[in-house]
């Protein structure tokens, strides 16, 4: 059987940039396809850090009749795990300063949408028969509104393959005003009710959902929650509509990076068949963070954004109370600027007893994972997460809202799931800080239960969040939009 070809087209890609979850996913995942055999090439802006850390560099192709888009090239060169990168090399659009999506005050780029329109065009033309490469893709994987276009220019083009759309979060959706249609070339019939339209805006991610061959989202859960107006945005009518071609497949991590066992920023290495070095590791972070040094008392850590889709406000309100269980807590992260005054304030109040970090370490951010007793995610919504899954491979149970992937990943600790061994840590229903109060009194007091808090620690380094699993699933899926494209075509000759 002939090799299958994926062109995974993203705005961001680790390690070369990256400003969240979507970068890792776009490191982590075509690695994995490549590791299965899936032949899967890269597609990212040419920001700066892109084109100075891609090595080696070759132009492969260049456009110059990209109508309403600069000239283009596109340039060759291989990341360390051996996945090929398709640079769209465009200076006036992509070599500026600031980040990927905002200049350095923290305001949207004011050309975004001739920005990713570019990068959803070529990666359209890539997958059409105008493309100038000598490989070809079966399959166009496009991931969030940055390359929401992709699917619409290939219905309209000619030897276009089928693509499918990544939702990673669906908050974002990259609208802009009507005119867009035209600055972009976009064919005037995608902007109507049945394609990009959307409350009077041309929609990025509305035209991925309505013309991709099929949709995928980054948990299983979540996939059912996008089709409820609580947290479908707008977007619950069509994916209801569209629910037999919606797949949820949860996200893995770097298994090894994320490996108590070697990992070079802690205090002492363990593992689940010698827990020993998670004392030291608890001791290493009471003392960074500023806390007692007492290793009997519960340390809950936190590494999350300062925002309220986090739930850190429910947490901050009550940290008082926790003191008394009592426990200890240790928090790393930045965002809304009350809120991080609040923890401030919280470390002057409760000396010894609260340690706040504002900022982002990778550093301290594993340091957590592994000092802490238990690790505190309450988001509002979740559409994967990743902490939770850290925290369960370093061996500290996580305490979180049940949402998205976070129902998918984490299983209550019940009588019944810790007999049966499945048991990973403690979820809550309704997000009211009075139950996030009452889940975490309940892992205090499972951990005062020596045999019963062993027994959850090695459950939770039992499981298996590796990307492979994730891998084949998406496999699956390209298997399953071919073979479908494939027996339309059939029908219609």
Request: glycine fraction near 8%.
């Amino acid at each position: 059987m002939a090799e299958l070809k994926v062109l995974f087209a993203t705005s961001e890609v680790a390690p070369l940039i990256k400003t969240g979850g979507l970068a890792d996913v776009s490191g982590a995942l075509p690695a994995a396809l490549r590791a299965i055999g899936v032949d899967v090439r890269v597609l990212v802006p040419g920001y700066n850090q892109v084109i100075s850390h891609l090595t080696p560099q070759q132009v492969v192709a260049t456009f110059n009749d990209l109508p309403g888009f600069p000239p283009v090239r596109l340039l060759s060169g291989v990341m360390a795990s051996g996945v090929t990168v398709l640079a769209v090399d465009c200076p006036s659009l992509y070599q500026r300063e600031g980040g990927p999506y905002q200049n350095a005050l923290g305001h949207d780029w004011a050309d975004n949408a001739q920005r990713f329109g570019l990068l959803s065009r070529v990666a359209a033309v890539l997958g059409s028969s105008a493309s100038p490469l000598d490989w070809h893709p079966d399959l166009v994987h496009c991931n969030d509104w940055q390359t929401g276009l992709a699917p619409a220019f290939l219905h309209f083009a000619p030897g276009a393959v089928p693509s499918i759309i990544a939702i990673h979060n669906i908050a974002f959706q990259g609208n802009f005003p009507p005119e867009t249609v035209q600055q972009l070339h976009l064919p005037p019939a995608c902007y109507s009710i049945e394609g990009a339209e959307f409350y009077g805006n041309l929609s990025f991610l509305k035209a991925g959902l309505f013309y991709a061959d099929h949709i995928t989202t980054v948990s299983p859960n979540y996939a059912k929650e996008i089709q409820q107006e609580k947290l479908g945005f707008g977007m619950q009518g069509l994916l209801t509509f569209r629910r037999d071609r919606l797949t949820g497949i949860l996200n893995g991590i770097d298994t090894e990076e994320w490996d108590p066992s070697t990992d070079p920023h802690l205090a002492k290495p363990y593992s689940s068949a010698n827990m020993s070095g998670k004392a030291a590791n608890k001791e290493s972070l009471q003392s960074k963070m500023g806390l007692n040094i007492e290793p009997d008392i519960p340390l809950l850590g936190v590494v999350s954004r300062f925002t309220e889709q986090k739930g850190l406000d429910l947490l901050l309100e009550i940290a008082p109370l926790l003191t008394k269980l009592p426990v200890q807590l240790a928090m790393l992260g930045t965002g809304d600027a009350k809120m991080q005054k609040t923890a401030r304030d919280l470390t002057h109040l409760y000396p010894g007893k609260i340690g706040v970090v504002i900022g982002f370490s990778e550093e301290l951010s594993h340091q957590i994972e592994a000092g802490a007793d238990m690790f505190v995610m309450p988001s509002r919504f979740e559409p994967c997460g990743l902490n939770q899954m850290y925290s369960q491979r370093y061996g500290t149970p996580p305490i979180v809202h049940a949402t998205g992937g976070l129902v998918d990943s984490v299983v209550d600790s019940s009588t019944a799931t810790l007999k049966g061994g499945t048991a990973s840590g403690f979820t809550f229903e309704d997000m009211t800080s009075k139950n996030l109060f009452a889940a975490i009194q309940r892992a205090v007091g499972m951990y005062h239960d020596k045999i019963k808090w062993d027994a959850l620690r090695k459950n939770c380094m039992a499981k298996n969040f590796s990307w492979r699993s994730s891998a084949e699933a998406y496999r699956t899926v390209y298997l399953k939009v071919l073979k479908d494209r494939r027996s339309i075509i059939r029908s219609k000759s």
